[in-house]
């Protein structure tokens, strides 16, 4: 007997996909364009076909994991803008074309938070 969170699931995974019957199947997209730019990465796949990216991608997180402190490493960033309330901090990290290379955020001081305003 199947358990009640495997009926509850196959129901809502039911539900979901039965909402509409226009759905439009698309072939899985590796992302692949995202890792050009990620530490360790070395050329690309021999071509576009998915065994060839599959050995891609599992060579690459084989790297990854071999050379993990320097890709999740951390350079403090150097270049930033405090402006009454908002931080932008600047990327140290190489930027694709995809990437603007900025984060914003709101800054609070601990005073605010202390005070209660």
């Known amino acids: 007997m199947r358990s009640r969170y495997a ?3 196959y129901s ?3 539900k979901l996909t039965s909402v509409d019957n226009n759905r439009v199947v698309r072939p899985l997209d590796w992302g ?4 050009q730019s990620w530490p360790g990465c ?5 071509s576009q076909n998915n065994s060839d990216l599959l050995d891609y991608f ?4 084989d ?10 490493s951390y350079q403090k960033p150097v270049d930033f803008r405090l402006e009454r309330r908002e931080v932008q901090v600047f990327s140290t990290r190489r930027k694709s074309a995809r990437h603007v290379g900025g ?3 709101l ?3 601990r005073s605010d938070s202390v005070s209660g305003k």
């Open 12 to 14: 809502w995974e039911t």
């Open 103 to 105: 984060v914003s955020a």
């Open 58 to 61: 599992r060579k690459f997180n």
């Open 107 to 109: 800054y609070f001081s």
């Open 42 to 46: 070395n050329g690309g796949p021999a």
């Open 32 to 35: 692949l364009d995202w890792t």
């Open 7 to 9: 009926k509850w699931m």
């Open 63 to 72: 790297r990854i994991i071999r050379d993990s402190d320097n890709f999740y």
